[in-house]
Nanobody, 127 residues
Framework: QMQLVESGGGLVQAGGSLRVSCAASGRTLRGYAMGWFRQGPGTEREFVAAVSWSGTVTYYVHSVKGRFTISRDNTKNTVYLQMNSLKPEDTAVYYC????????????????????WGQGTQVTVSS
């Protein structure tokens, strides 16, 4: 069983930056593609970013492309989401998730592909 714990959320002004982290325990991230999702007030959980097991392939939802960067350090069993130029509409609880990868460059964007989820970390962007 894998446990995922997010950290690094907080309150930031519009235009600012924040980096959230996701640490895995109980099982190595080797063989898992990772994703970040978010859920704002009164909205459904939506896909934000994904990274392949190898770390060389990434994919972003259009609204964050060019502002957010997903990365991973497999030696530390940790995944990151660097968020720059934050906007009030980025306010949400951010969740990381792990999906069993079919190959080193696979990535996933659908919630049902992810087997493990963290508890989330709140990111609030003030205007």
């Amino acid at each position: 069983q894998m446990q995922l714990v997010e950290s690094g959320g907080g309150l930031v002004q519009a235009g600012g930056s924040l980096r959230v982290s996701c640490a895995a325990s109980g099982r190595t991230l080797r063989g898992y593609a990772m994703g970040w999702f978010r859920q704002g007030p009164g909205t459904e959980r939506e896909f934000v970013a994904a990274v392949s097991w190898s770390g060389t392939v990434t994919y972003y939802v259009h609204s964050v492309k060019g502002r957010f960067t997903i990365s991973r350090d497999n030696t530390k069993n940790t995944v990151y989401l660097q968020m720059n130029s934050l906007k009030p509409e980025d306010t949400a609880v951010y969740y990381c998730a792990a999906a069993r990868a079919s190959n080193t460059d696979s990535y996933y964007i659908n919630r049902e592909d992810f087997a493990y989820w963290g508890q989330g970390t709140q990111v609030t962007v003030s205007s």
